[in-house]
Every structure is written in C-alpha cells, then in structure tokens.
C-alpha cells in the first residue's frame, strides 16, 4: 500500500485545492495522508515495544487496534486515491470543454448571442399592475385594490396614475 501511495507522488496531473494565495496538490495530499498513516503506525509500535509485561490480553486488544486502525488507514487511502480519479477525470473533461470552446469560431458566438430573444419588460406586462388595472376598471378605488391586493395605497395610486388610457 505504502508503495502505492509513493507512486502517487510522481509527475503527472494534478489537481490543486486553493485555500487563499496558497494551493495544495494532488502530491501533497498523498503525502500528508502517508505521514500520518506512518505515523500512527510507529506511535502504535513504540507503546506496544515498551510495554513488554503487559498481560496477554491487553496486548491481544492492542494488537488488535493496530491492526483496526491499518485497515481504516488504508480503508481512507482507497477512498482518497478514487476521489482523486474522479477529480482528475472531471479535470480532464473541464480542460476538453474549454478547448472545445476556444475552438468555436467567434461569429457562431456571436450570432447566438444575437439570436436570443429579448424581452421587453414593462409596469404595463408585470402580472401585478396589470390586476391593479383590471380592477379599476372594475370600478374599485384605489383604496380598496390596495386592500384586497395587500398592497401600499400609494404604490396602487401611483400604477392607476402611469396606466395609459385612463379615460379622466
């Protein structure tokens, strides 16, 4: 396993997590999760060596953890090598989009952008002032569309007052 992970450090891509001005590999990930994995395993080591008239069966139990905490070490690493497959597929799919892209030629961009429709928004196509409209032409002041609409009296006055065509 450890050699697995040693070979990880080689070049090769990489995919760099930015944490400010600062950003960390691919590499240095491996490396930190081999560190400590090493470390855990050496600590371990040196409290089982030291204790030599431990009774059978705590040193049983303490077998036992080490071998535990190997399996969830290198449980981890599993996951953390296929994260990073996955991370470095995604990051080759995302560098074959942008090569993609600069290759459209610039009209055929530009013409889509033109393409678009655009809509023209107005007070007099907003759902809300047209309702406003259609009940004073109804007959309600503004005072009770304000009301019944939950509305300020004054927003309800001053749509009344834009409306084209209001037959004063």
Same mark, same amino acid.
């Given at each position: 396993m450890l050699n697995a992970l040693l070979a990880q450090l080689s070049p090769g891509p990489t995919l760099a997590i930015g944490f400010g001005a600062e950003s960390i590999g691919v590499s240095e990930i491996v490396l930190a999760v081999s560190v400590v994995g090493i470390g855990v395993v050496l600590?371990?080591?040196?409290?089982?060596?030291? $204790?030599?008239? @431990?009774?059978?069966?705590?040193?049983? *139990?303490? /077998? $036992?953890?080490?071998?535990d905490l190997i399996d969830e070490l290198e449980?981890?690493? =599993?996951?953390? /090598? $296929?994260? %990073? /497959?996955?991370?470095?597929?995604?990051l080759a799919e995302l560098r074959e989009s942008e090569r993609r892209l600069a290759a459209a030629p610039k009209r055929i961009v530009e013409a889509a952008i033109e393409a $678009?429709?655009?809509q023209e928004?107005? %007070?007099?196509?907003?759902?809300?002032? @047209? =309702?406003?409209?259609?009940?004073? /032409?109804?007959?309600?002041?503004? @005072?009770? %569309?304000?009301?019944?609409?939950?509305?300020?009296?004054?927003? @309800? =006055?001053? %749509?009344?007052?834009?409306?084209?065509?209001?037959? *004063?």
């Open positions: 600590i371990v080591w040196g409290v089982l060596s030291r $204790k030599r008239d @431990v009774p059978g069966h705590a040193r049983d *139990s303490a /077998e $036992k953890l080490t071998r449980s981890r690493a =599993e996951r953390l /090598e $296929k994260l %990073i /497959e996955r991370a470095d597929t995604a $678009k429709p655009r928004h107005s %007070i007099f196509t907003d759902p809300m002032h @047209v =309702e406003v409209c259609a009940l004073a /032409e109804q007959g309600l002041g503004p @005072v009770d %569309i304000a009301r019944r609409m939950q509305l300020p009296t004054g927003q @309800v =006055e001053l %749509i009344l007052n834009l409306r084209p065509n209001r037959g *004063s």
